[in-house]
């Protein structure tokens, strides 16, 4: 949703709630609320609720309402499976049409994570930005779009249940290996990596879970 109108910074702010799960799955959205905080009018709100509907983030519904879309741990396995497949193809277009300013700035990238300790921009940010950066380098917007939701369900998960990132020195050994597999042309190297670090994040939420369901039973 492109350009900074009144639509684009309600869309913005009404992502940014539904991803970090400031607005839970399944929540209403009443527009005579959301209409009050920021100050937005309906039609640039009802605009921005459309493209949020069109990324599967809320749900339209006819005489019931607008909702926030459901994200059910059930669907972990389901977001692994899909996101593991594009991976490979993520891998293989950023290879073979990486140039040497792409390169740069994962560089730049990997360093930023270096110097994050104490800094207001979060692991998940970071992280969500590398990820930009490989689609970029594919330049294929239906990959991007096709990506982006299976992506945008794995943040809410992490949100969800709370699980987090890998620690800060996982986070830099992951970028550094990546930044070498893009420079060295390896897409077979890159699929491995960016799998490893799906299953990784599949790992942390089921431990999240089980862990949340052990505190529940004592």
């Known amino acids: 949703m492109p350009g900074d109108t009144e639509a684009v910074q309600a869309y913005r702010q009404l992502r940014h709630l539904i991803i970090r799960t400031d607005l839970r799955p ?10 009050k905080n920021p100050a937005v009018g ?34 972990l396995q389901q977001v692994f499976e899909v996101r593991s497949g594009l991976e490979d193809i993520v891998a293989r277009l950023a290879v073979e049409r990486c140039t040497a300013e792409d390169l740069e700035a994962v560089a730049e990238l990997r360093a930023r994570v270096e110097r994050n300790h104490g800094s207001i ?17 594919g330049r294929n917007p ?10 945008d369900a794995s943040l809410r998960l992490l949100y969800l249940t709370k699980c987090g990132m890998e620690d800060r020195a996982e986070q830099i050994v992951t970028f550094q290996a990546i930044h070498d597999a893009l420079a060295a042309h390896d897409a077979d190297v890159l699929a491995d990596i960016l799998r490893c670090h799906v299953r990784s994040f599949r790992d942390r939420v089921s431990r999240s879970i089980f862990s949340t369901a052990d505190l529940m039973m004592m």
Do not use: K
């Not at 609720?49 to 059930?74: C, D, K, N, Q, W």
């Open 26 to 35: 399944g929540a209403p959205l009443v527009e005579a609320e959301l209409m």
């Open 42 to 75: 309906r039609t640039p709100l009802r605009d921005a609720l459309h493209h949020l509907a069109h990324e599967g983030l809320v749900e339209i519904l006819p005489r019931r309402g607008t909702f926030v879309t459901e994200v059910t741990l059930s669907d």
């Open 121 to 137: 921009e979060s692991d998940v940010e970071l992280d969500a930005e590398l990820h930009r950066l490989l689609l970029g380098m």
């Open 142 to 151: 239906l990959l991007e779009s096709l990506y982006r939701r299976v992506s």
